[in-house]
């Protein structure tokens, strides 16, 4: 994405709010002498506490974005000219095990991200209001759509439907979420007023939830709808979709309806008038850029002059507009979604594309909160838009400080695959008779294993020319070792992707043992170490059924299935990491053959630390022409933070790492690679997400 400079005159106005805007706070404003209603959708005006509003919002995910960042990235939205800010709600986060929750004070490496409450109190602090979203589904090419592993563990379930075990754990989490923010709505009848929230989502883009024109599971709606007045949420009530595709089909009880959409701006905004010709419209979801998957040549981006064209589309139809993004982020640690390929049930090669780590989305701001050219149109577009503009207090926008290339990470010491595997506890280890999925296993106090990797493992004689097959598709990226070396080629490009073996996109592949099978006559561990890549977050209801590991069919060797397997759930924890002690001296020399490592090194940043405390953002470079190509496929560990994936197929070639994450001194970074690696790793100032191209 091209990054412009902010001319210096926009900068010079803006560091006086009066010259951009006037001195009365939006609170002030629209609590006047009293608050006596909420938010209402009546004609072709929303109206707050009885006043005119132009909902003027933009996506910020907090679970995606380093707390330390909060406040900043919140005074950016402001200065743009946002008035609100619109949040989802990742369930899979607040409850990582059935009944255990995590609002902030948990133990995982998101916890610091999870306290949505403050979240919230910080978006009133800062003059905004807000839209709640809050699930139990949010699709946000996040993992699952925000939807626990867990839940996979029972058979059957039905998702986003009214089957009774999947709502009585919808039920749960929004009572949990609800409970810690119905005190911050703007107006109730009976209790607290003067918070940010005044609109609440049910469930999301449900009208594509299913197949053709059939009906939607509308009781399903309807008891969400329940579910969030009796947890006490008053406010105005909302649904999201694309009205030319699925028109009012995921609406209920004429509940205002909003509209989701980026091309065919006219067309839609066109037919959510007609389908709601006596309310305002508001646009939920302008999408501004897009979202980019593995394996794909490029990065997607919507230019400058099209995101103005869409914009004045939408202003000129007199509408509000949520920015969905308005500021990306990251999807850390294993958290990003994936995608279906096709519609409507049919699906196209390979169908399942997982996300890749960056969450950038071409948005107005960067990953790392840079100001873009689309920032620039937005703050002008919104001044000339807004009655209120001129009356409200704008604050000048905040400087960001640029990223820094930090000095080179050499990497002395690793533990190898074997040697990896070893060190997993015995409590981790279930033998199961067939190939059993990570969701099945009874670890973590019946919940299964939700993330990583799982090894099925079987000692047995291995002759060459065997044959070894996988019925069905592995789910999703599969490593054949035997005795610890890896004897199957890796998957590194689109042409690997759609036929090598080991690839999700190869069903009931085959491969014929040929190496490395020395004294196996008597027996040899035959290890298949399978990576979940992270599930699907949209799709048709069936694609909801997405187990990890094998379990499509049996293994075979020679056409015989083999049974009896020890599972080995690899869920590369942090804390699990921080327990190793079997570290090697490391060479690359040595190392030059595929197969799964760990490698350790150390990140020296010298002093002094900026005043507020933040060292600057960096981006690990795994495209650069020393060393960083051998960088095939992996995950990258911080001080004990996992920052996401990283893959030599694009099109990102680039690792955001917060200054946050990083402390003067010493600073650990742990990778595991699941091919080949380098003995050095580069970083960079300037983020690279492959060739920009439009999405269309």
């Given at each position: 994405?091209?990054?412009?400079?902010?001319?210096?005159?926009?900068l010079?106005?803006?560091?006086?709010?009066?010259?951009?805007?006037g001195?009365?706070?939006?609170?002030?404003?629209?609590?006047?002498?009293?608050?006596?209603?909420?938010?209402?959708?009546?004609?072709?005006?929303f109206?707050l506490?009885?006043?005119?509003?132009?909902?003027?919002?933009?996506?910020?995910?907090?679970?995606?974005?380093?707390?330390?960042?909060?406040?900043?990235r919140?005074?950016?939205?402001?200065?743009?000219?946002?008035?609100?800010v619109d949040?989802?709600?990742?369930?899979?986060?607040?409850?990582?095990?059935?009944?255990?929750f995590?609002?902030?004070?948990g133990s995982?490496?998101?916890?610091?991200?999870?306290?949505?409450?403050?979240?919230?109190e910080?978006?009133?602090?800062?003059?905004?209001?807000?839209?709640?979203?809050?699930?139990?589904?949010?699709?946000?090419?996040?993992?699952?759509?925000?939807?626990?592993?867990?839940?996979?563990?029972?058979h059957?379930?039905?998702?986003?439907?009214?089957?009774?075990?999947?709502?009585?754990?919808?039920?749960?989490?929004?009572?949990?979420?609800?409970?810690?923010?119905?005190?911050?709505?703007?107006?109730?009848?009976?209790?607290?007023?003067g918070?940010?929230?005044i609109m609440?989502?049910?469930?999301?883009?449900?009208?594509?939830?299913?197949y053709?024109?059939?009906?939607?599971?509308?009781?399903?709606?309807?008891?969400?709808?329940?579910?969030?007045?009796?947890e006490?949420?008053?406010?105005?009530?909302?649904?999201?979709?694309?009205?030319?595709?699925?028109?009012?089909?995921?609406?209920?009880?004429?509940?205002?309806?909003?509209?989701n959409?980026?091309?065919?701006?006219?067309?839609?905004?066109?037919?959510?008038?007609?389908?709601?010709?006596?309310?305002?419209?508001?646009?939920?979801?302008?999408?501004?850029?897009?979202f980019?998957?593995w394996?794909?040549?490029?990065?997607?981006?919507?230019?400058?002059?099209?995101?103005?064209?869409?914009l004045?589309?939408?202003f000129?139809?007199?509408?509000?507009?949520?920015?969905?993004?308005?500021?990306?982020?990251?999807?850390?640690?294993?958290?990003?979604?994936?995608?279906?390929?096709?519609?409507?049930?049919?699906?196209?090669?390979?169908?399942?594309?997982?996300?890749?780590?960056?969450?950038d989305?071409?948005?107005?701001?960067?990953?790392?909160?840079?100001?873009?050219?689309?920032?620039n149109?937005?703050?002008?577009?919104?001044?000339?838009?807004?009655?209120?503009?001129?009356?409200?207090?704008?604050?000048?926008?905040?400087?960001?400080?640029?990223?820094s290339?930090?000095?080179?990470?050499s990497?002395?010491e690793?533990?190898?695959?074997?040697?990896?595997?070893?060190?997993?506890?015995?409590?981790?280890?279930e033998?199961?008779?067939?190939?059993?999925?990570?969701?099945?296993?009874?670890?973590?106090n019946?919940?299964?294993?939700?993330y990583?990797?799982?090894?099925?493992?079987?000692?047995?004689?291995?002759?060459?020319?065997?044959?070894?097959?996988?019925?069905?598709?592995?789910?999703?990226?599969?490593?054949?070792?035997?005795?610890?070396?890896?004897?199957?080629?890796?998957?590194?490009?689109?042409?690997?992707?759609?036929r090598?073996?080991?690839?999700?996109?190869?069903?009931?592949?085959?491969?014929?043992?040929?190496?490395?099978?020395?004294?196996?006559?008597a027996?040899?561990?035959?290890?298949?170490m399978?990576?979940?890549?992270?599930?699907?977050?949209?799709?048709?209801?069936?694609?909801?059924?997405?187990?990890k590991?094998?379990w499509?069919?049996?293994?075979?060797?020679?056409?015989q299935?083999?049974?009896?397997?020890?599972?080995?759930a690899?869920?590369?924890?942090?804390?699990?990491?921080?327990?190793?002690?079997?570290w090697q001296?490391?060479?690359l020399?040595?190392?030059?053959?595929?197969g799964?490592r760990?490698?350790?090194?150390?990140l020296?940043v010298?002093?002094?630390?900026?005043?507020?405390?933040?060292?600057?953002d960096?981006f690990?470079?795994?495209?650069?022409?020393?060393?960083?190509m051998?960088?095939?496929?992996?995950?990258?560990?911080?001080?004990?933070?996992?920052?996401?994936?990283?893959?030599?197929a694009?099109?990102?070639?680039?690792?955001?790492?917060?200054?946050?994450?990083?402390?003067?001194g010493?600073?650990?970074?742990?990778?595991?690679?699941?091919?080949?690696?380098?003995?050095?790793?580069?970083?960079?100032?300037?983020?690279?997400?492959?060739?920009?191209?439009k999405?269309?």
């Amino acid at each position: 994405m091209e990054l412009k400079l902010i001319p210096f005159w926009i900068l010079l106005l803006s560091s006086s709010s009066g010259i951009l805007g006037g001195d009365v706070s939006l609170y002030e404003y629209f609590q006047g002498d009293g608050i006596t209603e909420g938010l209402t959708a009546n004609g072709d005006e929303f109206k707050l506490n009885g006043k005119d509003l132009k909902i003027l919002s933009g996506s910020f995910h907090y679970f995606r974005v380093h707390p330390s960042f909060w406040k900043t990235r919140l005074q950016q939205f402001k200065a743009a000219g946002l008035n609100t800010v619109d949040v989802y709600v990742p369930w899979n986060l607040h409850e990582p095990q059935r009944g255990e929750f995590d609002f902030g004070d948990g133990s995982s490496q998101f916890s610091p991200f999870l306290n949505i409450t403050l979240f919230l109190e910080m978006i009133r602090d800062e003059d905004m209001l807000a839209l709640l979203r809050p699930g139990p589904y949010i699709c946000g090419e996040w993992e699952f759509g925000g939807i626990p592993g867990w839940m996979l563990h029972d058979h059957p379930m039905f998702f986003r439907s009214s089957f009774g075990p999947y709502q009585e754990r919808a039920e749960i989490i929004l009572h949990e979420v609800i409970s810690r923010v119905k005190h911050l709505q703007f107006y109730t009848e009976s209790g607290s007023k003067g918070g940010p929230l005044i609109m609440t989502q049910i469930e999301n883009e449900y009208g594509n939830y299913g197949y053709g024109d059939h009906p939607r599971d509308k009781e399903h709606l309807k008891f969400l709808k329940s579910v969030l007045r009796q947890e006490g949420i008053e406010t105005l009530l909302f649904t999201s979709d694309t009205p030319t595709l699925t028109g009012d089909w995921g609406n209920i009880d004429y509940e205002l309806m909003t509209a989701n959409f980026k091309w065919k701006s006219e067309q839609e905004l066109q037919r959510i008038k007609e389908l709601r010709p006596n309310a305002p419209i508001l646009v939920s979801e302008f999408w501004p850029g897009w979202f980019d998957h593995w394996f794909e040549p490029n990065h997607n981006i919507l230019s400058e002059e099209d995101f103005r064209v869409i914009l004045g589309n939408i202003f000129n139809v007199n509408a509000s507009v949520n920015f969905y993004m308005f500021h990306g982020g990251t999807n850390f640690a294993f958290m990003n979604g994936a995608n279906i390929l096709g519609y409507s049930g049919a699906e196209l090669s390979p169908s399942y594309v997982p996300d890749v780590t960056s969450y950038d989305y071409d948005a107005p701001l960067t990953e790392s909160g840079q100001y873009t050219a689309k920032y620039n149109a937005t703050a002008e577009m919104i001044a000339a838009y807004d009655p209120l503009y001129d009356l409200l207090s704008h604050p000048p926008m905040p400087a960001i400080a640029p990223a820094s290339t930090y000095s080179d990470v050499s990497f002395t010491e690793f533990i190898p695959y074997w040697d990896i595997i070893e060190k997993i506890p015995e409590q981790f280890r279930e033998v199961l008779a067939k190939p059993t999925p990570m969701e099945k296993l009874e670890i973590n106090n019946g919940n299964g294993q939700s993330y990583g990797y799982i090894v099925y493992r079987k000692t047995l004689p291995l002759l060459p020319g065997m044959v070894l097959k996988i019925r069905g598709h592995p789910r999703d990226l599969v490593q054949v070792m035997v005795n610890g070396v890896e004897v199957n080629p890796p998957v590194l490009s689109v042409g690997d992707l759609l036929r090598n073996f080991g690839s999700w996109a190869v069903r009931d592949a085959e491969f014929e043992l040929l190496s490395h099978l020395e004294g196996c006559e008597a027996g040899c561990t035959l290890d298949l170490m399978v990576e979940n890549l992270g599930r699907a977050n949209f799709g048709s209801p069936h694609n909801f059924d997405q187990k990890k590991g094998l379990w499509e069919g049996d293994v075979l060797l020679d056409d015989q299935p083999l049974d009896d397997w020890e599972h080995i759930a690899v869920e590369m924890k942090p804390e699990w990491l921080a327990t190793l002690d079997n570290w090697q001296p490391y060479s690359l020399e040595d190392n030059l053959h595929y197969g799964p490592r760990l490698l350790k090194g150390s990140l020296t940043v010298e002093g002094p630390v900026p005043e507020n405390g933040l060292l600057p953002d960096t981006f690990f470079d795994y495209d650069c022409d020393e060393g960083c190509m051998d960088w095939k496929h992996g995950a990258v560990f911080v001080n004990g933070f996992n920052i996401g994936r990283y893959h030599q197929a694009g099109p990102q070639k680039s690792l955001y790492i917060p200054g946050p994450l990083l402390h003067e001194g010493e600073n650990e970074i742990i990778v595991f690679e699941n091919y080949l690696g380098s003995d050095v790793m580069k970083f960079t100032n300037i983020p690279n997400y492959g060739r920009p191209v439009k999405h269309v």
